[in-house]
């Protein structure tokens, strides 16, 4: 087992904290020749960069990348992975370290604060150390990568829910994921969901969300029946990312609630190919890519940094009240759309390889 790494093939491992100098990962793993650049990385880094609205925590970090290692110039000058390790970092530049030391030996409900010290005998209290969301700036970053390695690959992540308030899905539409702070396909919901989290952000609370990510572009055959189930590996990566409490592949829990002859994927041939009538399953069966879209929702809690007072304990044993200043995101789901893309992106990758590696590249 390791705490900071994943992945088999190409594996990911991130560092840094969330009020530390900087942070990053190191993606081991990748082949050689790809194409990849600082600017490529940075599109996805912005997606997921604090600031960018009223709606999430106005913390202003560039989350500038910068590649250290693992790419060189080809013969036409192009820089290009080396198939050697890929040293990925982001500086931290608007840390206000002060904004927590007045809670710092109190446990913020919600927050792994308790658990963290109970574990190592010691925790950054300054946002949450290595606990923080901040660590998931790596994963977009790596994310970023593993999207160039599959070729027709495409991820796409969406806000399918915001506390209460669902999209209607007969109103979605992939283009209007860009022209709204929400990375909301409905722009009918968009519009009520604006108001509604102005009301949770002067209210000084927070709501939930849920995410669904789409790949498309996969081939068939990804994965294997027992221990390295492709769904299996998703749904880890996925429950990975901070304040994720829940996921699902395909129709997910609403399955209960369906026949087996509702949930059965029925099949015909088509052009001499075999289709599926229906994408019940989310692309794979039995832990094996169906060619179909991969198909995955993730729910994420409310954001447990709020100012309304709560009740907790101090580490010394007392119980008190606790307010959490500072600069929060009222919903994390918002920017977790972007962190639920590259993690189903370097999921999908990484048994990509393994499937090559076993079965040879057809």
Avoid at 288 to 294: A, F, P, R, V
Wanted: aromatic share 6%.
């Amino acid at each position: 087992m390791s705490y900071n790494s994943f992945g088999h093939m190409l594996r990911v491992t991130t560092f840094g904290e969330s009020h530390g100098p900087a942070l990053g990962c190191v993606v081991d793993g990748c082949p050689p020749l790809i194409p990849i650049s600082e600017e490529e990385i940075q599109v996805f880094m912005d997606k997921r960069r604090p600031g960018q609205s009223r709606f999430t925590t106005q913390r202003r970090e560039p989350d500038t990348v910068k590649i250290l290692s693992g790419v060189f110039d080809d013969d036409t000058g192009q820089q290009v992975t080396t198939g050697t390790p890929i040293c990925l970092m982001i500086e931290n530049v608007d840390q206000r370290s002060k904004d927590y030391s007045q809670i710092k030996d109190k446990f913020r409900p919600g927050h792994a604060d308790f658990t963290y010290l109970k574990k190592y005998g010691i925790r950054d209290y300054r946002g949450g150390g290595r606990q923080s969301a901040r660590e998931t700036a790596a994963r977009v970053a790596a994310g970023a990568i593993a999207r160039k390695i599959v070729p027709d690959m495409r991820v796409r992540g969406a806000l399918v829910q915001v506390g209460e308030h669902e999209i209607d899905r007969d109103n979605w539409d992939w283009d209007e994921v860009d022209r709204n702070p929400f990375f909301c396909p409905d722009a009918e919901a968009a519009a009520v969901w604006e108001p509604y989290l102005d009301h949770i952000r002067k209210s000084g609370s927070s709501c939930g969300a849920i995410i669904e990510v789409v790949v498309d572009g996969v081939p068939a055959g990804l994965g294997a029946p027992i221990y390295a189930k492709l769904d299996q590996d998703l749904a880890s990566a996925l429950m990975s990312i901070n304040a994720v409490k829940g996921v699902e592949i395909g129709a997910g829990f609403k399955a209960a609630g369906l026949s087996g002859a509702e949930n059965a994927d029925e099949m015909r041939m088509e052009d001499g190919q075999p289709i599926f009538l229906s994408n019940h399953a989310g692309g794979i069966l039995g832990g094996i890519s169906t060619g179909q879209e991969i198909i995955s929702r993730f729910v994420v809690k409310p954001t447990s940094s709020i100012l309304t007072p709560r009740q907790t304990v101090d580490k010394f044993g007392n119980d008190t009240d606790i307010i959490t200043k500072g600069r929060h995101d009222p919903c994390v789901g918002i920017r977790a759309v972007p962190i639920g893309e590259a993690m189903a992106a370097l999921v999908v990758v990484d048994h990509y390889l393994l499937h090559r590696g076993q079965m040879g590249e057809k």
